[in-house]
């Protein structure tokens, strides 16, 4: 029983999240954060565009809270809304804006590249951009357009990496945009910092002679 209710929560917060990502899907979705509490269900959103979620007089974000009670059955729910930073370093964003750039008709290799410069401007330690599907001709296949450090496993991998999903839908199908980036404030276990030794105190000495030395 605890199993199914453990898996039965976790698909339920899948589920809210989907819907949250579409629901915010204008204003620049950035990711969510769900915190459960004795007072109910914490949830932090993190947009481009918050204006957009927040509603004239609350009135979106009110919608949204009323969805996730009566559909999802979220106990009482306090949505908090942040604007994202620096919308070049959200990888959500980032493959948002590539696959809007898709849609309007650029062609993959501009739309990557640009992202990927606008990304390395922004500051950013490590990037990869993944476009897949038929971006060229009558086969799927993919392209990468990498930058810095990139971790695939390991603690690094988990914990050091962010990762946004966006698709583009096109005459010729589905592309598929993956961007990975390396958390700027995150340090890698290889990364080693050596300090400046303090320094030492010369003391002078005076020989009986009267010659001075150390």
């Known amino acids: 029983m ?35 509490t004795p007072f109910g269900t914490n949830i932090t959103l993190y947009v481009n565009k918050p204006g957009l979620v ?3 007089h609350g009135a979106k974000v009110q919608e949204i809270t009323d969805e996730l009670e009566r559909r999802f059955k979220v106990e009482s729910p306090q949505i908090e809304v942040k604007e994202i930073p620096n919308p070049d370093l959200n990888p959500q964003v980032v493959s948002k804006k590539i696959a809007l750039s898709l849609e309007k008709g650029w062609n993959y290799r501009k739309a990557g ?12 330690k490590g990037v990869m951009i993944r476009i897949g599907g038929k971006i060229s ?41 993956t961007v990975r980036m390396l958390k700027n404030d995150y340090k ?13 105190e010369v003391k002078e000495v005076v020989s009986q002679d009267g010659a001075k030395g150390e």
Do not use: C, H, W
């Not at 809210?16 to 915190?35: C, P, Q, Y």
């Not at 590249?113 to 950013?124: H, K, M, P, W």
């Open 2 to 36: 605890k199993e199914r209710k453990f898996v039965k929560e976790a698909v339920n917060k899948l589920l809210v999240a989907e819907f949250i990502r579409k629901a915010t899907d204008n204003a620049g979705f950035g990711g969510i954060e769900m915190k459960r």
């Open 54 to 56: 927040i509603g004239r």
């Open 113 to 124: 590249n640009t992202s990927l410069r606008r990304v390395i401007e922004a500051g950013s």
């Open 137 to 177: 001709g009558e086969r799927a296949r993919a392209q990468k357009f990498m930058y810095g450090s990139i971790k695939y496993s390991g603690e690094p991998g988990r914990s050091g990496m962010e990762t946004g999903f966006s698709i583009a839908k096109l005459k010729q199908g589905v592309i598929g945009v």
């Open 188 to 200: 890698l276990p290889d990364v080693i910092s050596v300090g400046e030794l303090p320094k030492q």
